[in-house]
């Protein structure tokens, strides 16, 4: 299955394609009665598998590990991942995207920063000279065959992101992506030094760029939208609401209330999925779709 010309269709098609950021795969699974797409976020799985902040400590072949997971569980679903800077070496990079690609992802995003790095919504992130980024992409995007490559800046100032957005437009990268961007004029001022390259936006809760809904990303053509985070800080709040409740309960667990809680049926019956979508036939006969489940309001096609 060509994964990444799949996904390469959907972002042509009018409109702003979700992918929604998933870190394990438990919230993976929920995610799928959810939506088609998936972004694999580096700030979502460093915070998971290790537990450090999104700085540097994510090894490749934990990463490739983890995709191979998603993968095997949702055959049918757009998998973009998050590769920061390509784990520093443009010989590592390309190795990664091959192993991705092989793997199943359908897209990748390559920053230009230097170690030590940060998440794109902080401050204080370095960036390398553009001529030694343009050097690491174009040897990646020789290396690829199918795989969708998401060119990133992380650079701050003005007239610095627009001249490598134009930079990486100028490249054969599928989309560019430029982080922490601060207003939707930031947005239309950027797509014009791109012209009809396609364009992802990235927003995150506390984060530097606006709370804009797919529809309002339309009007400035942004292609794609990932969504990192929303499942990392809802499973935040919601295991630390129930931990409290448990320890002001004396270790009571709360009452189970069939059809609303979640309990052990429920959450057994939303794994089996993971095994069940691989036995029944077409592309998109999976129990979510039957029961009208699979996709909500804004949710991307399936992979074909």
Not at 222 to 234: D, E, G, K, Q, V
Not at 285 to 304: F, K
Request: hydrophobic share 40%.
């Amino acid at each position: 299955m060509r994964y990444g010309s799949a996904l390469r269709e959907q972002i042509h098609l009018p409109g702003t394609t979700p992918l929604v950021g998933i870190y394990d795969m438990y919230s993976a699974s929920v995610a799928t009665r959810h939506y088609d797409g998936f972004f694999v976020s580096g700030f979502g799985f460093a915070a998971s598998h290790y537990g450090p902040p999104d700085i540097g400590f994510i090894a490749w072949p934990d990463m490739v590990a983890f995709v191979e997971r998603v993968r095997l569980a949702f055959p049918s679903h757009h998998l973009l991942v998050d590769i920061d800077d390509g784990y520093v070496d443009p010989e590592v990079a390309c190795h990664v995207v091959q192993r991705l690609e092989r793997t199943g992802a359908s897209a990748v995003i390559l920053e230009d920063q230097r170690r030590p790095r940060r998440c794109g919504h902080a401050d204080g992130k370095p960036v390398l000279p553009p001529e030694q980024y343009l050097d690491k992409l174009n040897l990646v995007l020789a290396t690829r065959q199918d795989l969708v490559v998401v060119a990133r800046t992380d650079a701050t100032e003005e007239a610095d992101i627009l001249r490598r957005a134009q930079a990486l437009a100028e490249t054969d990268a599928d989309v560019v992506l430029v982080d922490g961007v601060q207003d939707v004029e930031w947005i239309r001022r950027i797509r014009k030094v791109i012209d009809d390259k396609p364009l992802l936006f990235n927003q995150i809760a506390g984060g530097q760029s606006p709370r804009l809904s797919l529809s309002e990303l339309t009007d400035p053509e942004c292609r794609l939208a990932i969504y990192r985070t929303p499942r990392l800080f809802a499973a935040h709040a919601a295991i630390d609401s129930a931990l409290s409740e448990l320890k002001e309960a004396d270790g009571r667990l709360p009452e189970f209330t069939p059809g609303t809680s979640i309990g052990v049926r429920a959450s057994t019956a939303l794994l089996e999925r993971n095994i069940s979508r691989h036995h029944l036939p077409g592309p998109r006969a999976t129990p979510a779709a039957r029961s009208g489940e699979g996709v909500s309001a804004g949710g991307t096609p399936p992979v074909r």
